[in-house]
């Protein structure tokens, strides 16, 4: 029976994310939270490993206490066990510290992990680094932007679709793979499974002593990562409306913008003026 970790991360729900420009983190306490979507694809991936092939499935989060949330919806869909890896001392921390964190727990207290699967790439973040700096943490190969996991007797073969070229992989295990935003398509949550989740909780909080962090870590501090500047992007483009007659108008487009409209299409264009339509 495989082991199977999978990283889940809880991430704010809202479009306009609320930032300490101070500290260039998330004020996540404010907002209601979710599961990630590339989390939601990583645990269906290992959820499908495990009704196919059988599997052991534990699902490990970092971050706020409020981040158990995930951790019940992971077991009510299936999961086995849920891991809340959470500490004052490790909020603010950056992926390399992220990843560092997530390996010493899992070398320390989940023995003999078959695969680990995580996520693309988290919608808050989007740096996609956390999966393959997880895999140098375990000392594990990895395969990223994975479409399709099919395990052996010790290997797994992955498929994935990366720069236009269609690539089926083997991998030793053990082994990590994250899974391409596209794939594996998040299943609805039962009500059964939330009732079985909340009744018999299988959720484990450990704090940075547990998992054997030094006294003085403090991630805010010690994450290599700087954050230079949080904004907003704001469009700088100009909305124009042409009136009158179409001819008139066309006109007015083509004498305005007829250069642009040319070197966009790779030719140059007349008017009906010139003879064209």
Not at 113 to 119: K, P, Q, R, T
């Amino acid at each position: 029976m495989l082991k199977i970790v999978v990283c889940v991360k809880q991430v704010p729900m809202v479009s306009e994310l609320p930032w300490n420009r101070k500290t260039g983190t998330l004020k996540r306490e404010l907002a209601q939270g979710m599961m990630d979507p590339a989390s939601a694809r990583a645990l269906e991936a290992a959820l499908q490993l495990k009704e196919e092939f059988g599997a052991r499935i534990f699902v490990i989060s970092m971050g706020p206490p409020m981040a158990e949330e995930v951790l019940h919806q992971a077991v009510a869909l299936g999961a086995d066990e849920g891991v809340l890896l959470t500490d004052r001392r490790m909020a603010g921390a950056d992926t390399f510290l992220t990843s560092h964190v997530l390996g010493m727990y899992i070398k320390k207290h989940i023995i003999d992990v078959d695969l680990v699967i995580c996520g693309s790439q988290t919608s808050d973040s989007e740096t996609a680094q956390v999966g393959p700096q997880l895999a140098e943490e375990l000392e594990i190969p990895a395969v990223c932007w994975s479409a399709k996991i099919l395990p052996g007797q010790e290997f797994v073969r992955v498929e994935r679709h990366v720069d236009d070229f269609f690539e089926v992989l083997e991998m030793d295990l053990p082994g990590l793979v994250t899974i391409d935003i596209d794939a594996y398509k998040p299943r609805y949550l039962p009500l059964s499974g939330v009732q079985t989740a909340f009744e018999k909780p299988k959720i484990t909080i450990v704090d940075a002593e547990k998992i054997g962090l030094d006294a003085s870590f403090n991630a805010l501090k010690d994450s290599p990562t700087r954050i230079l500047d949080v904004y907003s992007p704001t469009t700088q483009k100009e909305n124009r409306v042409l009136k009158g007659a179409v001819k008139k108008s066309v006109d007015q487009l083509f004498e305005e913008y007829g250069k642009v409209i040319s070197g966009a299409m790779g030719k140059d264009l007349k008017t009906h003026e010139h003879g064209e339509n």
